[in-house]
C-alpha cells in the first residue's frame, strides 16, 4: 500500500486512465473502487483520442486491454444508483453518470482521486478528495 494507509479511494475514468498510462501497479497498492460504468467512460475516453489522431489505434486498444488489468472493484447496485440520481438532482447536473462517481466515492470510499474537474467540483463539501501524485509514492 501507497501513504494513504489502505484508504479505500474511488477513482473516475480520467484518473483509472491516467493510472493505465503511469503505474497499473497503483491497483495493487491501493484499494481502489469505481462506478460500474467506469471501464465505458475509459472506452470513450480513448476512442475520442484515436478519433481526434492524439493516440494511434494500436496504443487505444493496447490502453484499453491495461484497462482490463486494473484491479479496481466496480459498483452499481440500486443504493449506489439512487444515490448518485439524488445527488445529479441536488448539483442540478442534466447527466446522472457523473454523479455516479460521487455516489461510490460517498458510500464505498474513504476518499475520491478525480482528474474530471466537473466532478472534482461536485465532490467538494461530499467527500474527502486526494490529489493523483499521492497514488504515485
Do not use: C, H
Not at 40 to 54: H, I, N, P
Not at 81 to 91: D, E, G
Amino acid at each position: 500500500m501507497s501513504d494513504l494507509n489502505g484508504r479505500r479511494l474511488a477513482i473516475d475514468a480520467v484518473t483509472a486512465l491516467q493510472i493505465i498510462r503511469d503505474d497499473p501497479s497503483i491497483g495493487l497498492r491501493n484499494r481502489l473502487v469505481g462506478p460500474a460504468v467506469l471501464r465505458s467512460d475509459v472506452l470513450t475516453l480513448l476512442y475520442r483520442e484515436v478519433r481526434k489522431g492524439a493516440l494511434s489505434d494500436a496504443a487505444g486498444r493496447a490502453q484499453l486491454e491495461a484497462l482490463a488489468t486494473l484491479k479496481v472493484r466496480l459498483l452499481g447496485d440500486r443504493v449506489s444508483r439512487a444515490t448518485a440520481w439524488k445527488l445529479a438532482r441536488r448539483l442540478d447536473w442534466d447527466d446522472v453518470a457523473r454523479a455516479e462517481y460521487l455516489a461510490v466515492a460517498t458510500l464505498q470510499a474513504d476518499a475520491l482521486v478525480a482528474g474530471d474537474p466537473t466532478i472534482t467540483a461536485g465532490a467538494v463539501g461530499l467527500t474527502d478528495l486526494v490529489e493523483y501524485g499521492e497514488l504515485l509514492r
